[in-house]
């Protein structure tokens, strides 16, 4: 049982019981996970091993690049292994994006993403949420703010940068879901972006951010669904339940020395965009 859930019972944070799921019949995804074709080292082949024996699907979102989902398709393509993408944008916040079907996931990579990489492609963009936002407005897609809190010091949540007025409120209007329960967050701000999502009517997402492989389906979205297309528009329709908790602070600790050595040979370009995101941008609202 959960020791602290949402009124509704639809997030529950307690570790998934992934038998007793399977048991009942019920999909289940961990939404937020990368692979080493991002800023993880944890290998596709083995990402989709753990989540056979554990009886999870997962959707893999590395930071603006697909190769990885590419490769989980051709491994195993009867495997519901969810297109998706986080978006880093410009401007801070990160927003995860899932698509129905990996063709059009790859079009719209091509057309959108691929020609705005910057030097450190897995940290931004060279586009603001806006832009992001507007890119999506005719795809076939499920669109979710990733940890909308943010992380630590960090501007890289929706509604942290809403909060802090670099957001219009009205961007909310404009998103499917939250992330709810966000592994690599802490349980303050996991209930804060409940509270939010509640608040606006959004949908529920639930991942592990998950950079290391023992991490997959620690945290879960849980649909009664009978395929991806089914589980993706129960959570529009706020028809899932989301199970999960947060790391351990050694864990984080794990998982924040193995990101932080996948960015050294991006160091002096990480700098500029972390600047331009969160001291550049503070001060500059702060004299206002």
Not at 228 to 251: C, H, Q, Y
Request: with cysteine.
């Amino acid at each position: 049982m959960s020791d602290q859930q949402d009124k509704d019972q639809r997030v529950i944070f307690s570790k998934p019981d992934w038998n007793a799921i399977a048991e009942e019949g019920l999909l289940c995804a961990d939404m937020h996970f990368h692979t080493h074709y991002s800023d993880s080292y944890t290998s596709v082949s083995k990402a989709i091993d753990l989540a056979r024996k554990r009886k999870v699907c997962f959707a893999i979102t590395d930071h603006n690049l697909i190769a990885g989902v590419e490769e989980a398709y051709s491994i195993d393509p009867d495997m519901m292994i969810i297109p998706g993408i986080e978006i880093s944008s410009w401007d801070g916040p990160h927003i995860l994006v899932y698509f129905y079907d990996i063709g059009t996931l790859r079009e719209y990579w091509m057309k959108n993403i691929k020609p705005n990489l910057s030097k450190s492609p897995w940290l931004a963009i060279q586009k603001d949420t806006e832009w992001i936002l507007n890119s999506l407005e005719d795809e076939n897609c499920l669109i979710s703010a990733a940890h909308p809190m943010g992380y630590f010091i960090f501007n890289k949540g929706v509604q942290k940068c809403i909060n802090k007025g670099y957001l219009a409120s009205s961007i909310t209007e404009r998103m499917d879901a939250y992330e709810v329960i966000c592994s690599g967050m802490t349980r303050a701000s996991n209930l804060a972006a409940l509270s939010f999502a509640s608040k606006f009517e959004l949908g529920y997402t639930g991942g592990t951010d998950g950079h290391i492989m023992k991490e997959v389906g620690n945290v879960v979205s849980v649909s009664d669904a009978r395929d991806m297309d089914e589980f993706l528009d129960n959570i529009k329709k706020r028809r899932n339940t989301v199970v999960g908790r947060e790391k351990s602070p050694l864990a984080k600790f794990a998982m924040g020395t193995a990101t932080f050595s996948r960015y050294l040979p991006h160091v002096p370009s990480s700098i500029k965009v972390h600047y331009s995101q969160n001291l550049g941008k503070d001060s500059a609202y702060s004299k206002k």
